[in-house]
DNA sequence: CAAGTGTTTTTGTATGACAAATAAAAATAG
DNA sequence: CTATTTTTATTTGTCATACAAAAACACTTG
């Protein structure tokens, strides 16, 4: 029995699933082990074989197992999985160390963002500027860092979202994932936002005069200011936020 | 009773999932919308609420659906889907029309592989482009359309790979409903492939030269091939596979 | 009118019983 | 002795039933 592992909040089988979830991201369980069947997961756990196999089909339909018959249920290999799905990143991240998890998250961004930008100023609509631009207000609003990550996090999200392209939402997950785990690295208490801010606006400008190169390359200096955070402010002298 | 509506193949759960979350997809529920509770979807499917809920649990681990006590079943914010995952995807893909899926497949595509084959060109292993330069092989040798799609998915594939960011795997699910829509596209018995593959094996090359910018431009250049092919070979005069 | 209280609806959880699939072992045929 | 078929055992799949817990809503009461 491992009632320790059962986490705070919510109902067993989201918990079990989360549980078992985090296990497979920590690797205590390699793509291609069998798992234990479900008669024994509700022994360790001691629930029902109700809530097990509701957490099974859950970590299933996000790509992380496949159960059959007489065999049990596999862990499926690491590219079936569903890494950008919100619980499944948020369990890589817990899995690794901070810094692989920000080097490969502004890696990532590096390749969307830009091209993002360059969708945004051909496509938004006057309503999506609107929404940029009322982002970039609550920014420079914000008070608190956790404000300030919050408003970071609604601009990304409204910048994908001016992209016009569904297939490019499932990508606001890891961006706000790598924008939260930034808060990481900035432990000042009142950071400069000033020049982060600045490069938002740079980059809403460019959306804004429908100009795709000059909004790419903005989305490009505003990623390296992020890089140069993580990098722990070696390259510049204010800490900000992007 | 909706008896016709038990696609076949695979077991109760599964067909149930995959029929609810193809209505999802096709807009009969919109997000927001309350669904029918459990006991309503057994009836109307006539199956166990046990199968129900093991479907709900799937479809709310893909992100399409939040369940509460006493509320229900709604249907989560479009933002929220998992569109990413392969059984979604899926569900997009043949809820919409051919040509806007092709268009933002490929609009997806242009923003992810020249990024993606760059950090290829950086960061490939020997082993890593011993396995491209045999996807390439694959293609050569491919005699149907079906094999020429199965080993071009597996040529993308084997980039996203050689990429080395575990982030960017989830598009491979992308790339490979890219490519085999594509196939609704080539009608011909036999399609020239030389071109396709002449620009598969520039892309190789750069790679193998760690050239990021060469292999960037070759990307996108393949990636002009293939919409030209969906534009109906009007500016070519050869139908290629990419 | 406000605050608390109860009612009711829906999901959440547990248990028990079989069905179906299938890998592995055993029996059988050639 | 090998190949094929049959049996068996294990595991997931499915169903039915019962009760618990959460929470919106109506209602009562101060």
């Known amino acids: 029995m491992v009632k320790q592992r059962e986490k705070r909040g919510g109902n067993v089988h989201d918990r079990l699933a989360r549980s078992i979830g985090e296990r497979i991201l920590a690797g205590e369980f390699a793509p291609g082990t069998l798992l234990p069947n479900e008669a024994e997961w509700g022994r360790i756990y001691d629930v029902s074989r109700t809530a097990v196999r509701e957490a099974i089909k859950t970590l299933t339909g996000k790509g992380l197992l496949l159960s059959r018959p007489k065999i049990g249920s596999r862990v499926e290999p690491r590219d079936r ?19 692989s998890f920000a080097a490969s ?27 940029l631009v009322a982002s970039l207000e609550a920014m420079r609003k914000a008070k608190s860092v ?32 790598a924008l939260s ?9 009142n950071p400069k936002i000033g020049i982060a801010v600045k490069l938002h606006e740079d980059v809403v400008r460019a959306i804004a005069a429908q100009d795709a190169k000059t909004a790419r ?26």
């Open 81 to 99: 999985w569903s890494l950008l799905d919100r619980d499944v990143l948020l369990w890589h991240r817990s899995a690794i160390d901070r810094r």
């Open 105 to 131: 998250t502004q890696e990532a961004r590096r390749i969307i963002e830009p091209g993002i930008v360059e969708l945004a100023a051909k496509k938004r609509s006057a309503e999506q500027l609107e929404i």
């Open 217 to 242: 390359s903005a989305m490009i200096k505003l990623i390296d200011d992020t890089d140069a955070i993580i990098a722990g402010t070696k390259s510049r002298s204010k800490w900000t936020i992007c």
């Open 181 to 189: 785990s930034l808060f990481d690295y900035t432990t000042q208490r």
């Open 146 to 177: 956790p404000d300030l990550v919050a408003a970071d996090v609604g601009f990304h999200n409204a910048l994908l979202q001016a992209a016009n392209n569904a297939l490019m939402m499932p990508f606001g997950i890891l961006i706000e994932q």
